[in-house]
């Protein structure tokens, strides 16, 4: 069965609605360039006493950085992107948190060696894009991945409509979805939320 995670959670509706569904894990967005953007403080009241894995995703991050935020919230998992993000995901490894480690997917490709990234953490193929980290609604070329020889999570542009044909094409080992399950941006809908995982859970 495919492992599930809803990104950008901003509710503790929405993360009722996705725990409900049998979502595996959640993430909260620490940037706050994002739409979906929570502080680490209110990040911390969400996942209190949440029994799926809580992922922080954070942008630019140093090691340290990243791992007392992860600290405060009270996270089991960091999703860094930008600079210093193989970096953090060394260093939270060690720390003993699970780690999403972001490849971004071009026109061409990849543009990060998965080879880089530990084995111990997971890949997280998502869509490249020169303003953002995540969260573009957009779909990349899935023919362009390749075939890494490890489990990877997909994302980029996942929604209700295309998650079983994405999950029978690629065959990940996850799915990973945020902007396409909102009512606007930063706000998800609950329905919206429930189905997506229902099509990820059955395909």
């Known amino acids: ?3 599930v995670k809803v990104c ?7 993360i009722e609605s996705a725990v409900v569904a049998g979502a595996d894990a ?20 969400l996942v209190a006493g949440l029994t799926i894995a809580s992922f922080i995703v954070t942008v630019d991050y ?8 992860a600290e405060t919230v009270g996270a089991t998992g960091i999703q860094p992107h930008g600079d210093h993000s193989l970096e953090v995901v060394a260093a939270a490894l060690k720390a003993g948190y699970l780690t999403l480690a972001p490849v971004p997917v071009g ?3 990849p543009l990060i060696d998965w080879a880089e990234i530990p084995d111990a953490s997971m890949l997280l193929y998502d869509t490249a894009s020169a ?9 990349f070329d899935w023919t362009l991945l390749g075939d890494p020889g490890r489990p990877f ?12 044909a994405a999950i029978e094409e690629v ?27 229902r099509e990820a859970k059955t395909a």
Not at 131 to 139: A, I, K
Not at 153 to 164: E, I, Y
Request: aromatic residues 4%; hydrophobic residues 40%.
């Open 8 to 14: 950008g959670m901003t509710s503790d509706a929405a």
């Open 1 to 3: 069965m495919t492992w």
């Open 26 to 45: 959640i993430g909260l967005v620490l940037d706050s360039r994002s739409p979906r953007s929570v502080t680490i403080e209110v990040a911390g009241e």
């Open 153 to 164: 999570v997909l994302a980029g542009g996942l929604g209700v409509d295309n998650v079983a």
């Open 171 to 197: 065959q990940p080992f996850g799915v990973d979805a945020s902007s396409r399950l909102e009512s606007v941006p930063g706000v998800k809908d609950l329905s919206r939320i429930v189905d997506f995982i």
């Open 131 to 139: 303003d953002r980290h995540g969260g573009t609604g957009t779909v």
């Open 107 to 109: 026109p061409d490709g």
């Open 62 to 69: 140093r090691p340290g950085e990243a791992l007392a935020a």
